[in-house]
Each structure stands twice: as C-alpha cells, then as structure tokens.
C-alpha cells in the first residue's frame, strides 16, 4: 500500500488514482497462460484526524460536492503550500513545477474566480515566468498571493537577513507586466511590529475616496473648479472621448449667471454625464476625493481671479518623492552676455531613500526677485499661499524598479529652436532609459 503524506493534495490522489486505473504502474504477469493484474492499493495517509468520517468524506470528495455556480462565485483555491518552483535541486523544482502545472488546470476545471499562492521567499522568478506564461495565454481566475506586510526578520534578534515583502510582491508583478489579474492578501502585522506610514504608503498606492487601493478600472474623478461656461468641462469630456476612458466629472461654480448657462450645456450637451455643484470651492465639501483638479483663474492682472486664495491649501495633497530635489538649471536676469545661449544640459544623482517603483520626476523652481524677495513652489521653500503654479512632471515611459541604496542618475537638456522650446530626459542608472520628448515631439512651448 503506498501512502501519501499529510498536505497532500484531492488532485495528487486523483493522479495517483488515473495512474493506477490506466496500468501505468499495474504490473501483469503470465500465471497459466492468462494475463492477471497485480492488485495495488493507493490510499492518503492523515495524522490524527479529529473526526475520522468527516476526513473519509472529504478524501472521496469530487468536484460534484458542489454546484458549477457554487464553484465559480464562492470558492478561491489554494496552491499547495510546500511547492517550491524556484528551488536549486532539480527534482524539487521539477516535481514543484509539474504539480502546479497539475493544480492549475484543476482550478480551470472547477471554474474557480481565484487561486492564493503563498510568497515565502525572494526568488519568485521560475513561479512568475510559469504565471505569467498562464496568464498571457488568457486563462480566467485571478492570482492572489499571500505575504506577510512585515516580514518575522525584520523584529528577530538572530535573523541574518532582513526581508522587505515589498518587494517580493513587486518583483512578481513587474515580472508578469503589472497584469489586473495579480491581487493581494496582505497579513497586517500585531501592534508591536507597527510599519511607518511610508511603507503603508508604498503598500498602498494610490487610494479611492473610500481608503482602498484604486482599481490601476475604477473611473477617475475629475473636478473642474471656477468651471464658468463649461470650456474646461468640455475639455475634460473631449480628453475622456479621445483616450476611449470613462471619467466622473464634477463642475463646481458660485457665479449663479454661469450656473445658468452650466444648466442648459449639462441637460442638452453633456447627457447628464456632469454633476453640477452650485457652490464656493472654498466651503465646498465633496462627496469624494478627487484624482484630477482643473481650474482656470487666471484675470487681466494674473491672480485678480484670487487663484491663489480659491485654490489654497491644494498642495498638501502632493506626495513627496523618493529622494529630495536638487538644482537643476538657474537663469540670471538681466543677461548681458554677448553671445545668449539658453540651452542646458545637466546630470542629476539621487540616493533612493526606499525601495520603490519610480515612474518619473518632479520639476519645481525657486526664483530670486530682488534680495529677499522669493517665489518657491519648491516642497523645501514653499511661498505661504502660493499655489497659482504647479510642478511639472517628467514621466519615464515604463515603471521602473528601485531599490534602496540606489543611485537615480538622469540626463536632462532644455533645447530650443527658432519658433519653441522643450525638455528632453533620459534615465541614466539604475538602468538605461530612451531619451524622452525628442524635438518636443509631445511637448514644447512656443516661442511666438
């Protein structure tokens, strides 16, 4: 009798079972001139039941205890937790690899919504090549996988190494190209191991007005505030028609002469796709959060529109960085140089504070007006009250991984022609990016 040990699995019995009944390891022998099978007896062996029909039950369990809709709605499978894909011994892995293979395709068969894989270690790079190779052949069930948000090194006294599950969880899914399928199950440390608020933020992400994670789907709340008659609000709407991308429009006005005029284009124009809101932004509350705000209040004398006390306080909703900012290019005026030349070019280093996804760069300016006269959207040296310009950003084209302790090199050159003006950047290290932004393809500023 062979027994199978506990942790075993239904569909390691089921393989044993199919083995058997095909006569892969039947033996047949000559007796008399007939062919006779050698019977064999397979059973799966459980330490110490507590109740032993309860396990004989289970054990001949099949995927008929339950209904197909009960399968595809109520039930989220388990990867065995003992598999080892990426393990150096051959055989393990092998032997790891074919019964994930085999637990997979179970989980297709059942119609299960999700499967939970336990990360217990760093080197995932063997299950997510075996993931991902599932999942850009389009099969259905979405992958959960289950770590810890504080890892047991980081608070043992004799532990050598000390384990960041940030990254386990970003290297898997930078391997698998940030697919929706990939989710989460974080374990929430007990109140002894409490994680910084950083690290809660860099779990986190970016949040929905509820306080989760925003779904990389959820549509984006867009609020155009000063909306007047409707231009910026139309704008938004040409954006979302253009990027085929659903967004919630919210259009906030005290002019009561504009109210009127938002009314009509939000009945006849807009197909009620915008709320209108009848109210001072300043008292405004919202029912949520906004992803994007958009005003224009700008008058004949700059700021006469008071953008900066309607918009005041907007700043604290912008995220520092992974690293503090640094200088990049300085003007001097008046310039009397004989030969102007206003092209630049310079090399920034930052030092990555924490292992981190960095997917652009953050543009601000300091600027001198006479003596102690300063104008700062610069996080360091902020004008109080001043939030009439706002930063620029200068995003790489794909996500790029961090870790801390690295050094963040980029090129920057501000380039000019005889009719505009443009940024060009590449990322330097930790890897090799594209220059970006070549002869202002996708941004300039015109000089006439």
């Known amino acids: 009798m062979v027994f199978a040990k506990c942790g075993t699995t239904s569909k390691m019995w089921d393989f044993l079972r199919d083995t058997y009944s095909s006569g892969v390891i039947n033996k047949m022998e000559e007796e008399g001139g007939e062919q006779q099978r050698k019977r064999m007896s397979v059973g799966l062996y459980v330490s110490c039941p507590a109740n032993?029909?309860?396990?004989i039950d289970s054990v001949l369990a099949t995927d008929r205890v339950l209904k197909s809709?009960?399968?595809?709605?109520?039930?989220v499978g388990e990867l065995t937790n003992s598999i080892d894909v990426?393990?150096?011994v051959e055989h393990i892995n092998e032997f790891s690899k074919n019964l994930v293979l085999q637990e997979l395709e179970f989980a297709s068969h059942l119609s299960i919504p999700a499967i939970l894989i336990q990360l217990t270690k760093p080197n995932n790079t063997q299950l997510a090549h075996l993931l991902n190779d599932k999942i850009v052949s389009n099969f259905s069930y979405s992958v959960w996988f289950n770590i810890p948000m504080v890892h047991p090194s980081r608070y043992s006294p004799i532990a050598e190494t000390e384990y960041d599950t940030w990254d386990w969880w970003n290297n898997?899914?930078?391997?698998?190209n940030y697919d929706k399928r990939l989710g989460l199950v974080l374990d929430l440390p007990d109140i002894k191991h409490s994680v910084p608020s950083c690290e809660l933020d860099r779990w986190i992400g970016r949040t929905s007005h509820r306080g989760f994670p925003k779904d990389s789907e959820e549509v984006p709340v867009v609020m155009v505030v000063g909306a007047g008659r409707g231009p910026l609000v139309q704008a938004v709407l040409n954006v979302s028609y253009t990027l085929n991308r659903r967004v919630k429009v919210y259009a906030v006005e005290k002019n009561p002469y504009a109210i009127n005029t938002l009314i009509d284009r939000v009945n006849n124009e807009w197909n009620?796709?915008?709320?209108?809101?009848?109210e001072d932004m300043r008292i405004y509350k919202p029912p949520e959060m906004a992803d994007i705000l958009v005003s224009e209040l700008l008058g004949s004398f700059g700021d006469n529109e008071l953008s900066p006390e309607c918009l005041d306080g907007a700043q604290r909703f912008l995220k520092r960085l992974i690293a503090p900012p640094q200088e990049l290019f300085t003007f001097t005026h008046p310039n009397w140089s004989e030969n102007i030349n206003n092209r630049r070019f310079k090399k920034l280093k930052f030092n990555c504070s924490q292992t981190s996804v960095l997917t652009g760069f953050v543009g601000f300016f300091d600027t001198?007006?006479?003596?102690?006269?300063?104008?700062s959207i610069h996080p360091d040296t902020h004008t109080p009250d001043m939030v009439s310009w706002f930063p620029i950003v200068f995003p790489l084209s794909e996500p790029v991984h961090v870790t801390k302790g690295n050094v963040?090199?980029?090129?920057?050159?501000?380039e000019e022609s005889q009719d505009k003006v443009w940024y060009e950047w590449c990322l330097e290290s930790p890897v090799k990016g594209a220059i970006m932004n070549p002869n202002g393809r996708s941004y300039f500023i015109r000089k006439r």
């Open 69 to 75: 809709t009960e399968w595809n709605r109520l039930v």
């Open 272 to 278: 009620n796709k915008v709320t209108l809101i009848n």
């Open 172 to 176: 898997f899914r930078t391997y698998c």
């Open 408 to 414: 963040i090199e980029m090129s920057f050159w501000r």
């Open 86 to 88: 990426d393990s150096e």
């Open 52 to 55: 032993i029909k309860g396990t």
């Open 368 to 375: 001198v007006l006479y003596k102690d006269v300063n104008l």
